[in-house]
């Protein structure tokens, strides 16, 4: 089982940029997906999720209005589009899937991708 993200990069400040984690393994098409993210020096923590069929999304506050998450499970792929970008937004950012307990927690959940550098300068 494996998720790939993909799509970080270096954007100025008002930018945005796409990210996408690819599953492959397995089907994640009943699962909660989510993303997190950490920052040099701090805890890696929660950004967005989804429910199974896309009909639930979860969203930091420190994001909410930038940030939309969406997932293709047809293609069995998670996205998360960032507007706005701004420089408190750099981090590496990982996709996880499947959480045995609350979402918001990264701890619950079960499977994770490799991260992707997002950098926004000021």
Known sequence: VQLQASGGGLVQAGG???LSCAASGRTFGSSVMG???QAPGKEREFVAAI???GARTYYADSVKGRFTIARDNAENTVY???NSLKPD???VYYCSAD???SLYYDY???YWGQGTQVTVSS
Do not use: I, V
Request: no cysteine; proline share 5%.
């Open 16 to 18: 945005s940029l796409r």
């Open 80 to 82: 998360l589009q960032m």
């Open 99 to 101: 959480p045995s307990g």
């Open 35 to 37: 993303w997190f993210r």
């Open 108 to 110: 619950n959940y079960n």
């Open 89 to 91: 937004d750099t981090a």
């Open 51 to 53: 429910s199974w069929s």
